[in-house]
């Protein structure tokens, strides 16, 4: 770097500071000095090693910036003002109702690929997009992660740590601004910048210690970033938080607060002065890399025979990929139980293998979906726990993702309670514009893995270990937000409303119930968000009696799904779920043990009426 841009560099990340300033005073909250710390990182980032069109955000040849630090907003959105990107009036309705420019940012802004704020997330989604460069696009753009020190200490990191060194990932760099305080005080290993390299250095990084408030040394830093082939980058930036500012400059108790008198801070900082940057494009303006798509063989299961829709899953998925050249899956060292091996098997370029580690395996779908890959990442329900933070941010995101849980309640069996998954259905049906889905055969679960495609937002679909009974011909039908109505009469004296495997329960409990001149209808509500209301209507009205079954915790369920949707009729709910604690059992056992069988099903209508 030439040693006349200094001067500017420094008036540039002036300027950032004293906009981040501005606007966390015109919200009156934000946080001001964890912009501070790292304003010098950004305007030598900014000005000489980003290659990004502000005007065609969607160019695929651009660059990706994530600030896994999301709580530094408001120097995103200094660069985004020193860009062009946004006026100076828009900068000052930060953390206003109906502004863009959220407390953390979000994809409203069409330069932010992801939501962030929830610490230890930007790593490993910047991971899933350099994958998504260097596997699927086949372009060389670089994807560059500013990071905090305190969020060193979320596992997430260091799941991201080693999958992007374990891949070889050149294309990713973590700026880690170690600015020592965290929200409290001093975070674990304050300016130790070593530290953090030998953590890194141990997984296999590039690491580059540096001054972060020194221009020369930064620029050094990032070109050799740039520059560094066959494994990832981390530069660690010792740096001072509230850096400019006396009253706030390394000091404990400022964080999270505007600064208090902020027209002195912004003259200690040598006032506003205008200074903007030009942000170089991308050199590469070629579309990305386009696998084959064409025509494909559906699988198709008897009716009459007997067959996992887990296996389904996987069939239809691959049956997808040959359809599809977009469709790619994400799997947690699991894919032989959730049966995505078979679309490793056909696809070995487009899966995705994470190994034990949830959280990453989610944040990699969520940047591969950032490039417009349609990912579907499944693992064991019960897992799925591990990564709900990373699902509730996607939801947040608005991120395209389909997630499938294997294994779902007790009648796994034997395995008990660790790998039941009884969690699952209330957790997916509580993210914001989520879709849940849970079928009851084969080629209801084919036919739904393949609507999954163009839901947007995060699906799920839940899956089932054991073989059960295919009911439905192949090629039906099923919308998103419907239900099947399986047996119905004018004399239904009760409704009994199931999901998945307790579908075929019902529906044994309805026929035996039937011989002894009881008449029950049966409903199979294999959409549980949206819930077909309409039917549960028409089923409370007419009947008054519901009672609803699924392998599932009382909370959040099927059951919860039905009673929000007919509260205001006031009919009677029963509701049968997994209230004990399951131990290990066969499956018929354990559906008999936890009340959800054929004949908790048929003492449930005998209480009733």
Not at 46 to 58: E, K, T
Not at 123 to 141: E, Q
Not at 143 to 150: H, R
Not at 363 to 390: C, E, I, K, N
């Amino acid at each position: 770097m030439p040693e006349r841009d200094v001067p500017y560099l420094c008036e540039l990340a002036a300027q950032l500071r004293v906009d981040s300033v501005r606007s966390s005073a015109a919200a009156g909250s934000g946080h001001p000095t964890s912009s501070l710390s790292a304003a010098d990182l950004m305007a030598v980032l900014f000005a000489h090693h980003l290659r990004y069109d502000f005007d065609d955000p969607d160019n695929p040849a651009n660059d990706h910036l994530i600030f896994s630090k999301g709580h530094a907003s408001p120097l995103l959105y200094a660069l985004f003002k020193a860009a062009g990107a946004i006026t100076d009036e828009e900068m000052l309705t930060f953390r206003k109702r109906g502004s863009r420019l959220e407390g953390h940012p979000t994809p409203r802004l069409p330069w932010v690929d992801v939501a962030t704020g929830s610490l230890g997330q930007g790593l490993p989604v910047g991971v899933g997009v350099a994958l998504a460069g260097r596997r699927l696009d086949h372009l060389p753009y670089h994807v560059w992660v500013l990071c905090g020190d305190s969020e060193l200490a979320e596992g997430s990191i260091w799941e991201a740590a080693e999958h992007a060194a374990y891949e070889g990932l050149a294309n990713i760099t973590a700026i880690i601004d170690v600015n020592r305080l965290g929200q409290r005080g001093p975070t674990r290993h304050g300016w130790d910048t070593g530290a953090y390299a030998r953590r890194f250095g141990a997984f296999g990084w590039h690491t580059i210690e540096v001054d972060g408030h020194d221009p020369g040394e930064i620029d050094y830093a990032l070109s050799d970033a740039r520059k560094t082939r066959r494994r990832p980058t981390v530069i660690l930036a010792r740096t001072r938080k509230g850096e400019g500012v006396n009253a706030v400059e390394n000091r404990e108790g400022a964080h999270g607060k505007p600064l208090k008198d902020p027209e002195h801070a912004i003259y200690e900082l040598g006032g506003d002065r205008g200074v903007t940057v030009k942000v170089s494009p991308p050199d590469s303006s070629r579309p990305p890399h386009v696998f084959d798509s064409g025509p494909t063989e559906w699988p198709v299961f008897e009716v009459g025979t007997k067959a996992a829709t887990r296996t389904a899953y996987g069939a239809a998925l691959k049956a997808l990929g040959a359809a599809r050249g977009d469709i790619v899956a994400v799997d947690g060292e699991v894919a032989d139980s959730t049966k995505s091996e078979e679309f490793a098997h056909a696809f070995p370029e487009r899966f995705f293998e994470c190994y034990i580690a949830e959280q990453e395996m989610v944040a990699t779908a969520v940047g591969l979906q950032v490039r417009r890959w349609v990912p579907y990442v499944s693992t064991f329900a019960a897992f799925l726990t591990r990564a709900h933070d990373f699902i509730r941010m996607g939801g947040v995101s608005g991120a395209n993702v389909r997630i499938v849980g294997s294994h779902a309640g007790v009648s796994i069996g034997e395995d008990g309670p660790s790998q039941m998954g009884l969690e699952d259905l209330a957790m997916l049906r509580a993210v914001h514009g989520s879709t849940v889905l849970y079928p009851c055969d084969a080629n209801q679960t084919a036919a739904l893995v393949t609507t999954m495609a163009d839901i947007p937002g995060i699906s799920y679909l839940r899956t089932t270990r054991g073989d059960t009974p295919v009911i439905y011909d192949p090629g039906e039908r099923f919308p998103v937000g419907g239900s099947r109505v399986l047996r119905h009469s004018p004399d239904d004296r009760a409704t009994v409303i199931a999901a998945g495997v307790t579908v075929h329960e019902a529906l044994a409990a309805a026929d035996a119930l039937k011989a002894e001149g009881v008449s029950v209808g049966v409903v199979d509500m294999y959409s549980i968000k949206p819930v077909d209301q309409a039917v549960l209507i028409e089923a409370a009205t007419t009947t008054g009696n519901l009672i609803t079954v699924e392998d599932h915790r009382p909370e959040g369920g099927l059951g919860d799904a039905v009673l929000d949707a007919v509260s205001e009729l006031g009919p009677r709910v029963i509701k049968l779920t997994v209230r004990g604690l399951p131990g290990s059992a066969t499956p018929a056992e354990q559906l008999a043990d936890a009340g959800i069988d054929k004949d908790a099903i048929m003492a449930a209508v005998r209480r009733l009426l």
